[in-house]
């Protein structure tokens, strides 16, 4: 059976690709910092990919192969810098990364920085160099310098009791594309490691959710359990991300191993 081919135009922008379709955006994470991984993630049908060089092996130069590598298929790639910093952000941008999801933003005046850096003054505080970036195909894009902010946008992340106490004025900040909730460093924020279905932490995350909603910006949501995933959609998200390639390779590859590998008696072959 032919995998479904979804009808988004990545170079067409966050955007665009959100006005695409009548429902939610699906996505998985790229950790792995291979171009092949992302290749082969770009042709599974679901409508984005979030790129991490925030808790992966990445360079700009994996980076780069990663986004020559998912560029042609219909799938939105969006790259996760490491931190909020606008030299990072230059740098990634001028190799054609077009949809950046910022890390930490945890307040207004953070998340007005991340919109400044993705726009040339003076709007913004981006350098120039054009000519010799992948971004303007090498000055051979007619009026990149004037068309760009066209086809770049900034979504900031909401993981911190800080950044949800200041969701209404992050919320108003001109520029931004969209906000992406993260439940693990929420629930660290919150005093509860790693219980990202903690009441209190879905509390936070439906919250964020509805001012979102109510203030007509896209909202996203980290979420690998399917119930919890549901529920915010059911909430308002309009994008989501529901798995990884390294845990889906993890998990599948655990269980050919619990269905092949025999325990010796006494023995646990839990993996690592």
């Not at 949809?99 to 307040?107: A, N, Q, S």
Request: glycine residues 8%; hydrophobic residues 50%.
């Amino acid at each position: 059976m032919p995998i479904p081919v979804s009808p988004i135009d990545p170079d067409a922008g966050f955007a665009a690709a959100l006005g695409s379709h009548s429902r939610p955006l699906a996505g998985m994470w790229v950790c792995s910092g291979s171009p092949l991984i992302a290749e082969l993630c770009a042709g599974s049908g679901l409508d984005w990919l979030l790129i991490d060089a925030e808790h992966t092996p990445n360079s700009l130069e994996s980076l780069l192969a990663q986004l020559q590598a998912v560029h042609g298929y219909p799938i939105l790639p969006v790259v996760r810098p490491p931190v909020l910093d606008p030299v990072i952000i230059k740098q990634y941008l001028d190799i054609g990364a077009q949809t950046l999801l910022v890390p930490m933003v945890d307040t207004a005046e953070l998340a007005d920085l991340a919109v400044r850096s993705v726009h040339y003054p003076p709007r913004g505080i981006r350098g120039v160099g054009s000519a010799l970036a992948r971004a303007s195909r090498w000055n051979r894009t007619d009026d990149y310098l004037a068309t760009a902010a066209s086809r770049i946008s900034v979504i900031v992340q909401i993981e911190s009791v800080a950044a949800v106490e200041n969701i209404d004025s992050i919320l108003a900040v001109d520029g931004i594309a969209g906000i992406f909730l993260g439940p693990s460093d929420l629930a660290a924020s919150m005093g509860v490691l790693g219980q990202q279905d903690h009441p209190d932490v879905i509390a936070a995350v439906e919250r964020c959710i509805a001012a979102a909603v109510a203030a007509g910006v896209p909202a996203g949501v980290n979420a690998f359990a399917e119930p919890l995933a549901r529920r915010y959609l059911s909430a308002g998200a309009s994008f989501i991300l529901v798995g990884a390639d390294v845990a889906l390779l993890a998990r599948a590859s655990e269980g050919l191993a619990a269905k092949y590998v025999s325990a010796e008696p006494d023995e646990n072959r839990a993996s690592y």
